[in-house]
């Protein structure tokens, strides 16, 4: 990360786009590796993108993603399964919530820990279905 950062430095890179290269380069290596994740982990990289609140900026890293895979000699027509699985994942999560009866039942973290594992359980579901890696 540190050359990239000196790079969008020395090249004055708008800062959307430098944050998306750092970030590229922080995660590129979870995001091929997707299909393999446990998905305590897969949930882990979601948040770290900050994806449920930028999801346009996590389609982003995974067009980034692919690029960086396909640009490699030999894979320029491999299928890149990572991301429709990560973009799964990710709808799937998003999609889940605590109804306002149920949210009665909880005080202060503890909504944050119920939403935590309902969303884990949503991306464990999601793995199941996805192939293996």
Same mark, same amino acid.
């Given at each position: 990360?540190?050359?990239?950062e000196?790079?969008?430095d $020395?090249l004055?890179?708008?800062g959307?786009?430098r944050?998306?290269?750092i970030l590229?380069?922080?995660e590129?290596t979870?995001?091929?590796?997707?299909l393999?994740l446990r998905?305590?982990?897969?949930?882990?990289?979601?948040q770290e993108?900050?994806?449920f $609140?930028?999801?346009?900026?996590?389609?982003?890293l995974l067009?980034?993603?692919?690029a960086d895979?396909?640009?490699r000699?030999g894979f320029?027509?491999?299928p890149?399964p990572?991301?429709?699985y990560?973009r799964?994942?990710?709808?799937?999560a998003?999609a889940?919530s605590?109804?306002e009866?149920?949210?009665?039942g909880?005080?202060?973290?503890a909504i944050?820990?119920?939403?935590? $594992? $309902?969303?884990?359980?949503?991306?464990?579901a999601?793995k199941t279905?996805?192939?293996?890696?």
């Amino acid at each position: 990360m540190p050359l990239v950062e000196a790079v969008a430095d $020395r090249l004055r890179v708008p800062g959307t786009h430098r944050e998306l290269a750092i970030l590229a380069a922080r995660e590129h290596t979870l995001v091929h590796r997707a299909l393999e994740l446990r998905p305590e982990t897969v949930l882990k990289l979601l948040q770290e993108c900050d994806a449920f $609140r930028r999801p346009e900026r996590f389609a982003e890293l995974l067009a980034a993603c692919e690029a960086d895979a396909r640009g490699r000699t030999g894979f320029e027509a491999q299928p890149y399964p990572q991301a429709a699985y990560l973009r799964a994942a990710l709808a799937a999560a998003a999609a889940v919530s605590i109804p306002e009866a149920e949210r009665r039942g909880f005080k202060g973290p503890a909504i944050g820990a119920e939403m935590r $594992r $309902r969303r884990l359980a949503a991306v464990s579901a999601v793995k199941t279905a996805a192939p293996a890696a």
